[in-house]
């Protein structure tokens, strides 16, 4: 339902991630980043529009009071949400995992940072504050993601565990509500497609302050 926003966040990714000068290692690292960023806003979109379709055919069979396909829809939809709690409880994982190295190429910037000193090498202490300030930014964001990734679990889980309360009910507060569950999970799938753009133009921005590095080295 947003193919062209998806468009562009594709053209985005492959006019910006051409002819870079990185480091091997940060270019390779950074690029594969561009790269999940690409599948993660391809697959995040496939499950807005799918999630959106739900919703839609429930309203409809709401309208037609159609039983079998309110029950049926009511297994689709726990489908659905079962799968999207354990993504986003993979992803907590990964998020915690990237705060972990971040934090660990933190700590060994800053030693980096003192033995420049101690050794009396201020053209490398200089380069490695740089370094420092970088990967302090980096734990940062990756903080934040960690936290953001945390919350999204909580809400998805709320959502699949107060729909399961409702399975088999069919009176009109309890459709409500379900429906109202549905909506819940499109917002939280769309969300995810606004934060997969905001993450593409952070790992991008990374990409060419690594070509920066490379080409004004100080």
Do not use: C
Request: aromatic share 2%.
């Amino acid at each position: 339902m947003k193919l062209g926003l998806f468009g562009i966040v594709v053209m985005t990714m492959m006019s910006s991630g051409a002819a870079l000068a990185a480091p091997p290692g940060e270019r390779m690292g950074d690029r594969q980043e561009v790269r999940e960023d690409r599948r993660e806003t391809r697959d995040d979109l496939w499950d807005a529009a799918r999630l959106q379709a739900l919703l839609n055919d429930y309203r409809a069979a709401r309208r037609a009071r159609d039983g079998g396909a309110l029950s049926a829809l009511d297994n689709r939809f726990m489908a659905e949400i079962v799968v999207e709690v354990h993504e986003s409880r993979v992803e907590t994982g990964e998020k915690a995992d990237e705060v972990r190295d971040a934090r660990g190429e933190r700590n060994g910037e800053r030693r980096e940072v003192v033995k420049d000193v101690v050794t009396d090498h201020p053209g490398h202490a200089a380069n490695d504050r740089r370094d420092l300030r970088d990967d302090r930014r980096d734990l940062r964001d990756d903080r934040h993601d960690l936290a953001k990734e945390a919350a999204a679990l909580k809400r998805k889980k709320a959502i699949r565990d107060a729909y399961q309360q409702q399975l088999g009910r069919v009176d009109g507060r309890s459709l409500g509500i379900k429906e109202g569950l549905i909506k819940k999970a499109v917002a939280e799938a769309k969300l995810e497609v606004r934060q997969d753009v905001k993450e593409k133009h952070e790992d991008v921005r990374e990409l060419r302050e690594d070509r920066r590095d490379v080409r004004h080295p100080d």
